[in-house]
């Protein structure tokens, strides 16, 4: 998990977790903004944290104090009273669903964010990878290439981020789609839980980076924020074409502890949580800087709502309506 905190003036770092306070050093702690908290999906930090945090302090003045993790995950511990929140950003609706009906009612679409892979430029294997990005090869010579050669492939946790359940189903998708032998899922992937291939959502990429991995797991904006090179997906694998909602569902992964999950469309997703004004006024601040969203590499969609509307609180209702 990651923290990070923006006010409109320095003060010492031991004062950010104490108090959240806007107040010089000398000055006792302000209580006239307090920080508004926004827990979000992991691939959604720099987003968050470099770009509608601080843009949203300086337009409002009200701090921002926000923290990631894979979107399940983050989704029980709101639930379990762990750690405050007032929004929550997740990939895709079932995370902001386990939240209902104590915590919310409602969700906003709000950007695309496609699955893609990562490849490390230094790889051994990279100028195949490249090969591929550059569609000189067809991307079915990749999955066969991972039944039968040692790679080093990094994933996240279909246990707790929706990443991870997407890269799986991706790949069981790309079977059936290529028409690989039958083992090949098992044969690329391992166990759905295999430890030599999971990470978490915050770690990966910088995995990649740093050369312990071959190939990741990765959204597409994530890659961009990087300067990652990347290898495409169709529509038919990166999960981002509602239109294509039954042939996602058709790949299935049983987790233990959670059930069979299913791929289903994956998009940004936002909700409030409680009834405090700033979470309110940062959705309707997110949703009005569709300049913010492409600059951090997002395609931003047109909101669509999902539960109900009367729940939404009314500086959110305000800009939907516009």
Excluded at 126 to 147: C, G, I, M, N, Y
Excluded at 185 to 207: D, F, H, K
Excluded at 236 to 252: G, I, R
Aim: net charge neutral; with cysteine; aromatic share 10%.
């Amino acid at each position: 998990m990651r923290w990070r905190q923006w006010a409109l003036l320095a003060f010492p770092f031991w004062l950010l977790s104490a108090c959240g306070s806007t107040a010089a050093p000398q000055s006792p702690p302000s209580t006239a903004n307090p920080p508004v908290q926004v827990v979000y999906a992991g691939s959604l930090a720099y987003l968050n944290d470099d770009v509608l945090g601080p843009a949203f302090t300086r337009s409002t003045h009200i701090p921002y104090q926000g923290r990631g993790g894979g979107s399940f995950a983050m989704a029980h511990q709101i639930a379990s009273n762990l750690i405050p929140a007032d929004v929550f950003e997740s990939i895709g609706t079932q995370p902001i669903q386990q939240l209902e009906p104590a915590k919310t009612h409602w969700a906003v679409e709000v950007a695309a964010t496609p699955l893609a892979i990562a490849y490390n430029p230094h790889s051994a294997d990279a100028a195949f990878f490249q090969s591929v990005a550059e569609h000189k090869r067809p991307l079915r010579d990749l999955f066969t290439f991972l039944t039968s050669h040692p790679v080093k492939l990094g994933r996240t946790n279909p246990a707790t981020d929706p990443q991870g359940q997407a890269f799986y189903l991706m790949v069981e998708l790309a079977a059936k789609q290529y028409g690989l032998p039958p083992d090949a899922v098992s044969r690329i992937l391992g166990a759905w839980n295999n430890p030599s291939q999971v990470y978490s959502e915050e770690g990966i990429l910088t995995q990649l980076q740093a050369g312990g991995l071959d190939l990741a797991s990765t959204y597409v904006p994530e890659a961009v924020q990087r300067h990652l090179p990347y290898i495409p997906l169709p529509a038919s694998l990166n999960f981002s074409d509602p239109a294509l909602a039954s042939w996602y569902h058709s790949a299935s992964l049983t987790i233990p502890q959670v059930g069979t999950v299913h791929g289903t469309p994956l998009a940004v997703w936002v909700t409030t949580i409680g009834s405090r004004k700033q979470g309110a006024d940062f959705v309707a601040f997110l949703l009005q800087r569709a300049d913010l969203w492409r600059q951090a590499g997002y395609e931003p969609l047109k909101p669509t709502l999902q539960g109900q509307a009367a729940a939404v609180p009314s500086a959110v209702r305000n800009v939907l309506h516009r």
